[in-house]
């Protein structure tokens, strides 16, 4: 038998345990990726998708259960200390970048994640020709502006931006939050199509939550729906290739959560994304 | 007298160099209070005025004055970190604490160190303007070092990361760096200059005092706004900080020596301070909408053509820091 790459088992997490606005975020939760596997998640708000993304990177320990990554327990690991395997992009790409810092020093964080930090130079030529190449390929023009600070970016820049740092130093697990949420439909699509570049160049196992149904469907090999917290629908690939947005919407209807216009079905949509 | 008043200014606020140095590493770079550093100025003075008494080598007495202040930001990084006391807390509480620590090691409120061995002493033979013009070299010798090596930390990863770490501090930990590790060693550090700047202070006029940090906290707040106002420094121009560092501490300085050359009572001096932070915190408001239109102006000319330069290969290239 093989290692899965993630395993995620028996996971509960409450917040504001105790206390009168207790949540029960995640219960029984149960999930295994395989090395390599790309999985998007959907559910409705509040299911607990940002939860699970949180118990993996090591931000919320949970209440019960046990987070492995390549068959090391990883439960009582620190976000820091598991960013090694773990990489992340958030919804909000403010969050993933220091706007201060000029694009090269964003950039260079990044090239040491989960390695030691040391007294070396945080750039030198051979970094710097690095985030040059990785730039260049955003065709933004980003890699002549690498003193310029990252605020001076716009939103898809900078999330651009973030997607190339994720994957400066190879990670095992990618983990992406609605990195799409913040940018207008064409920004998107652009960061959405880099996205499955440095996936499949990489062979990480990812985890991409969505409200955008085609995007669930179209990209990745396996899909998870999650409701209330738990995973009510797994549909491999070969379900997920002729499957309708509808009736991913009806999975999410038939577990009694109630529709909410950020989930976006391809009818609905009146800027096609692609 | 104008001469008078700016090497009075370089003699006197040259040591509170490193002090606005590391007031700007916790205050600017980590977002943060802390106010152990007026203990510690107190603290690496005594230190390092017992240990010329005792007839150490006076560079060996700064560096002792040092560790000690280091070992203050230590205990106030770990009751913020163990015992969970907001950070400005723990410094007040540090700052009382320390007060007592110092006389302990004094054992007395005031010391005088004159006639003893100083870092001084090979260049300075009798006092008067000579040797003032002769110290303030010193003086600027050392505190160039102390720049230049603070600068280049800074472009080091762990430097890199300290920098990083005050606005985004989720960002630092999910790229894997330990936060609290870059607290401890930020409080370290300021406290240690801190206590370095105490030492060259005490070993520049000769005796050590108790209430020598007192106050010293909110004037270094004043150099650095008036630094900042003036550079306006940002996370990657590390240049641009220290000169910042260096500049708003002098120019604090020079206004209060002006302010008694002009004849002010001492007692007055407090006021000044007052009102220079006040007018340095009024000014950031006001002025500087003012001036980043300048400066948006400056850059835009500055910039090339929107067709993007064929990439000239810039190996020695730093930084564009001017
Ligand atoms: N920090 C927190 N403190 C308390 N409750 C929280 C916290 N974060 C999330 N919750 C609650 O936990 C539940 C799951 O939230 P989670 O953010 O994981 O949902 P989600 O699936 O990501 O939803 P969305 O689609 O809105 O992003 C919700 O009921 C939410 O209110
Ligand atoms: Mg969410």
């Known amino acids: 038998m093989h290692e899965p790459m993630l395993a995620l088992e028996n996971i509960r997490l409450v917040y504001n345990r105790g206390r009168a606005d207790e949540v029960t975020a995640l219960d029984h939760l149960d999930l295994a990726l395989d090395p390599g596997e790309f999985v998007t998640v959907v559910g409705s708000n509040g299911a607990g998708k940002s939860s699970t993304v949180q118990i993996i990177s090591g931000a919320q320990r949970p209440t019960k259960g046990r987070v492995r990554v390549k068959g090391r327990d990883v439960t009582a690991w620190p976000d820091y200390r598991r960013a090694s395997m773990v990489a992340r992009v958030f919804d909000d790409p403010r969050v993933g970048s220091a706007p201060d810092l000029s694009i090269e020093d964003n950039l260079a964080l990044a090239m040491s994640r989960g390695r030691r930090r040391t007294l070396r130079f945080s750039t030198n030529a051979t970094r710097r020709n690095r985030m040059r190449d990785e730039l260049s390929r955003l065709g933004l023009g980003l890699e002549d502006r690498l003193h310029d600070p990252m605020g001076l970016l716009s939103a898809g820049q900078r999330q651009s931006i973030t997607m190339i740092m994720a994957g400066l130093a190879t990670p095992d697990v990618l983990l992406l939050d609605e990195h799409l949420a913040a940018l207008d439909p064409a920004t998107a699509a652009r960061v959405l199509e880099l996205t499955a570049d440095l996936v499949a160049e990489m062979g990480c196992t990812t985890l991409m939550i969505t409200h955008n149904m085609e995007h669930a469907l179209r990209l990745g090999s396996r899909m998870l729906v999650m409701s209330r917290g738990r995973v009510i629908a797994d549909v491999p690939q070969a379900r997920k290739q002729h499957m309708e947005a509808a009736h991913v919407v009806d999975l999410m209807v038939g577990a009694g959560d109630e529709l909410t216009d950020r989930i976006l079905i391809p009818e609905l949509q009146t800027e096609g994304a692609m | ?322």
């Open chain 2, 1 to 322: 007298m104008i001469d008078n008043v700016l090497i009075d200014t370089l003699v006197t606020g040259l040591p509170l160099v490193p002090l606005v140095l590391g007031i700007y590493l916790v205050l600017n770079i980590r977002e943060d209070f802390d106010m152990t550093v007026e203990g510690s100025f107190a603290l690496g003075g005594a230190a390092t005025a017992v240990g010329l008494t005792g007839g150490l080598n006076p560079w060996m007495a700064l560096a002792i004055g040092a560790a000690a202040g280091s070992i203050a930001g230590l205990v106030t990084s770990q009751l913020n970190l163990i015992l969970r006391i907001p950070l400005l807390m723990a410094g007040l509480v540090m700052n009382m604490a320390l007060f007592t620590v110092t006389l302990r090691i004094m054992g007395m409120p005031t010391m005088s160190t004159a006639g003893m061995e100083t870092i001084f002493s090979p260049f300075v033979s009798s006092p008067g303007r000579e040797a003032d013009v002769a110290m303030s070299i010193v003086l600027a010798a050392i505190v160039s070092v102390v720049l230049i090596v603070f600068a280049l930390f800074l472009r080091t990863e762990i430097g890199l990361s300290l920098r990083a770490s005050g606005r985004n501090s989720r960002m630092v930990r999910s790229n894997g760096v330990n936060d609290n590790g870059l607290l401890i060693l930020s409080l370290m550090v300021s406290n240690g200059l801190s206590a370095f700047g105490g030492g060259l202070m005490i070993q520049m006029q000769g005796f050590a005092d108790v209430n020598m940090g007192t106050g010293m906290f909110i004037a270094g707040v004043g150099a650095v706004l008036l630094g900042v106002l003036l550079l306006r420094p940002t996370g990657s121009r590390v240049i641009r900080i220290v000169l910042a560092v260096v500049v708003g501490a002098l120019i604090y300085r020079l206004i209060l020596v002006s302010a008694l050359r002009f004849g002010l009572p001492a007692g007055d001096l407090k006021g000044i301070t007052a009102l220079t932070l006040v007018l340095a915190v009024a000014a950031q408001g006001y002025l500087a909408p003012a001036l980043a239109r300048y400066r948006v102006r400056l850059s835009r000319k500055r910039e090339p053509a929107p067709a993007p330069p064929t990439p000239i290969p810039t190996p020695s290239k730093e930084t564009v820091d001017a």
